[in-house]
């Protein structure tokens, strides 16, 4: 599994381990987003993108997660 150490402001240093990655191609733009979970199952999302700046990290809780999947589930 791929490993990535990232510092947030707020949490210190965090050890993500790579757990998917989806790309979408529409009319001339690229996206990938790459999904990482950390050691207590919340989700961070690295996304890459050819027409935008650097965008930064998404972090979902582990929490908001287990609702999402409860109301489709």
């Known amino acids: 599994m791929d490993k990535k150490t990232i510092t947030d402001p707020f949490m210190g240093e965090i050890e993500l381990t790579k ?3 989806t790309s979408k191609h529409i009319m001339g733009e690229s996206r990938i987003d790459t999904i990482y979970t950390d050691e207590q199952g ?6 890459w993108s050819t027409t935008d700046n650097p965008i930064p ?3 979902l ?4 997660i287990e609702i999402i999947i409860e109301i489709h589930g």
């Open 42 to 47: 919340n989700f961070w999302i690295d996304t």
């Open 57 to 59: 990290m998404t972090f």
């Open 61 to 64: 809780r582990k929490e908001l």
């Open 19 to 21: 757990v998917g990655e």
